[in-house]
């Protein structure tokens, strides 16, 4: 029987997984000495068996079955299983070979064990690391500088054992740069970013006794640690380092640019970075259209996606997930359908990344029966696909059906996290069913892991605000522990929305006596509460504080409640006068105000001068403008003008929705106002 032929008999039948076979040519070698007299030999039939998941044991037993194995045979063999899909296997065969003990200098050589370590790091297998870690004490391995890096990269890879990867760096008698990169990364993995800054600065720093000189690695974890902790300068400069190095001739550092650029939301700095790449992969490719569709530049995603799929560079899930992000922020659904399609017609398994951003896909774009398909094709067990579902359904109006699911996921025994409950608390407070919200808050209260979630606790503030139950939202707020700018802002728009206007000032000077600086957000509330009070002066003075003492860019909302405060009281002119000066463009909104408080005030005039500038705003001219200028024209006894209004609306077909509200009693009934007849809380009005 020759060699060559066997070998070839292998391979084929490896290839065909027919194991039995494989066994019996095996043995064939066995009996003719082949595998005990050439190590090459040997080498393919380990190999060949690696090939194979399901045979660990039998890996061991040809090893142990060798009568002499060379040290570099081992050291072949322990990496490829080490950085093999099944790494466990490497510690089935380190342990046969122990028990065998053919050649103690096997279990003594650095390589080997620098190979399990790495083993070890990529199933997070801490307790065997440890293990493997007190062998390498044992046979004082502990000074080589592999087995060292190896260590430390090991312990930095968990938070829980950072430390013992500090504590080895300190005591290593040999420092390199990978052992400055183990340690860096792990700061990094572990959200130390700045830690890792500082072991930069103090070990590759201008310093003469300092002997590191960074590679293409450290800048790569550098520039991921910029992107973590949110440091646009420092990535800057690093980027002026890398360029000055040569290091921006690496695809893996020109990638890491992108990302930080586009995770930035400079996209342009990272298309440069993309147009003058020459050694662009497929990473590159997904980091730029990833970047183009979380920046809202869909159309410019799609159009590189595209061009990717013409250049033959391919596409995997990341790719497919971007192109579904980028249609469903550019309502393109046409394109979301297709990669859809594809994902199907390739047989692409339908991951819990790939299936939620679809799921929210179809929300986007208003079709919810194809997200509940979605939903459904998916293993349910994962807590992040019933939180898409709960968000979907609140952004479309479904609160009723966001609130059922609450129920399936209690019997299917998953734990909701923040984001769960956090979806089920908007749902309330958009169908103001108050009922299910202290059901939901009853449960937030019995949980350790969410009760005290400050975001949970302003988001309850926000839903009982709203729901009309002030007393229920300050009790709430009274009790915690720790209060932000959130908790502060939930309680005054809370009380300007109840039409508790001292109540939202005195929360107001309150939140000012505890340091705490409002945002914008709080002013809406504050001035809110002024107008609806017709407190002027009170609303001129916050207006003022908010631009000058707090620095805060007046936006629309804050000119609607200014120019509405003016209008209310009567003072045409004033209202006016602000809008002239306003920094902001006026919308519709504000020009309607201005035009009704000219009719109300029988301010004609001034009233159909100001038509002019709402009818200038073609996009936003709807039916609520027809009727406003058509009464204005009625009240100036311009009867053409009307019939020419009313002739608009009819012509153009302007929908006028009637006008309805809900109001949800401690029962769990609705009565629609507009009915005047009870009805279930899961209805929407």
């Excluded at 194995?69 to 490829?80: C, D, F, H, Q, Y």
């Excluded at 938070?159 to 420092?175: E, I």
């Excluded at 902790?229 to 980027?239: A, D, E, P």
């Excluded at 503030?461 to 700018?485: E, H, N, Q, T, W």
């Amino acid at each position: 029987m020759k060699l060559s032929v066997s070998l070839c008999q292998l391979h084929r039948l490896a290839s065909d997984v027919q194991h039995n076979r494989m066994r019996q040519v095996h043995a064939k070698l066995i009996t003719s000495g082949f595998v005990y007299s050439d190590s090459s030999c040997f080498l393919s039939v380990i190999n060949l068996f690696l090939s194979n998941p399901s045979t660990p044991l039998r890996q061991a037993s040809a090893f142990t079955q060798f009568q002499a194995p060379s040290s570099l045979t081992w050291r072949l063999i322990v990496p490829k299983l080490g950085l093999d899909v099944k790494p466990l296997r490497a510690f089935y065969l380190f342990n046969a070979i122990q028990r065998a003990r053919h050649n103690d200098r096997l279990l003594s050589d650095p390589h080997v064990y620098a190979s399990l370590v790495k083993a070890c790091c990529n199933v997070s297998d801490i307790r065997q690391g440890k293990s493997i870690h007190c062998h390498v004490v044992r046979l004082g391995l502990d000074s080589n500088v592999n087995v060292s890096n190896s260590l430390i990269s090991f312990y930095a890879s968990s938070l829980k054992s950072m430390r013992h990867a500090r504590v080895l760096f300190d005591r290593s008698p040999v420092k390199t740069v990978v052992t400055l990169n183990s340690m860096m990364s792990g700061f990094v993995k572990n959200g130390f970013s700045d830690m890792a800054f500082c072991f930069f600065n103090d070990f590759c720093g201008c310093s003469d006794n300092v002997g590191f000189k960074p590679n293409h690695v450290t800048m790569v974890i550098l520039l991921s640690g910029c992107v973590e902790c949110g440091v646009f300068g420092i990535g800057t400069s690093l980027k002026a380092y890398c360029w000055k190095m040569g290091f921006v001739s690496r695809t893996e550092v020109s990638n890491s640019l992108i990302d930080f650029y586009a995770k930035f939301g400079c996209v342009n700095d990272a298309a440069k970075l993309f147009n003058h790449m020459h050694g662009r992969d497929l990473i590159t490719w997904n980091t730029m259209i990833s970047g183009y569709a979380k920046s809202n530049h869909s159309k410019e995603a799609i159009s590189l996606f595209k061009e990717m799929m013409h250049s033959n560079i391919g596409c995997d899930r990341v790719s497919l997930i971007s192109m579904i992000l980028a249609s469903a922020n550019d309502g393109n659904l046409k394109m979301g359908k297709a990669v859809h399609g594809y994902i199907k017609a390739r047989g692409i398994e339908m991951t819990v990344p790939l299936g939620i951003v679809l799921i929210n896909m179809y929300f986007k774009c208003g079709l919810v029966d194809s997200a509940r398909k979605v939903f459904d094709q998916l293993s349910n067990d994962n807590i992040a696909i019933w939180n898409s579902m709960i968000h979907g359904y609140v952004e479309c109006g479904h609160n009723f059906e966001a609130l059922s699911l609450f129920n399936v996921i209690q019997s299917r025994m998953l734990l909701p996290d923040e984001v769960t409950m956090l979806g089920l608390i908007m749902a309330c407070r958009n169908s103001g069913d108050i009922c299910h919200g202290t059901n939901v808050h009853s449960y937030i209260q019995s949980s350790n892991r969410l009760k005290d979630s400050i975001v949970l606790q302003n988001a309850l503030i926000d839903m009982y605000a709203k729901c009309g139950s002030m007393k229920k939202a300050k009790s709430l707020f009274d009790k915690m522990p720790v209060r932000d700018v959130i908790s502060w802002t939930s309680v005054i728009v809370g009380y300007a929305v109840n039409g508790e206007a001292e109540k939202a000032i005195m929360a107001f000077h309150k939140m000012g006596a505890e340091k705490i600086e409002p945002n914008y957000v709080t002013f809406i509330g504050v001035l809110s509460a002024c107008n609806h009070a017709g407190l002027i002066d009170e609303g001129r003075n916050f207006y003022n504080a908010m631009c000058k003492k707090h620095k805060i860019e007046p936006r629309i909302e804050h000119c609607g409640c200014m120019v509405d405060l003016h209008a209310r009281a009567g003072m045409l002119e004033e209202a006016y006068n602000f809008v002239k000066k306003m920094h902001v463009e006026p919308n519709a909104v504000i020009w309607r105000m201005l035009i009704n408080a000219c009719r109300v005030n029988a301010d004609i005039d001034l009233g159909l001068k100001l038509v002019n500038g709402l009818t200038e705003l073609k996009p936003l001219h709807t039916a609520e403008d027809h009727v406003l200028t058509s009464n204005l024209f009625a009240e100036a006894g311009r009867w053409d003008d009307v019939l020419r209004e009313r002739h608009l609306m009819t012509s153009q077909k302007f929908p006028k929705a009637a006008g309805k509200s809900t109001i949800s009693n401690l029962n769990g009934a609705s009565w629609n106002d507009e009915a005047g007849k009870p009805k279930s809380s899961s209805n929407e009005y």
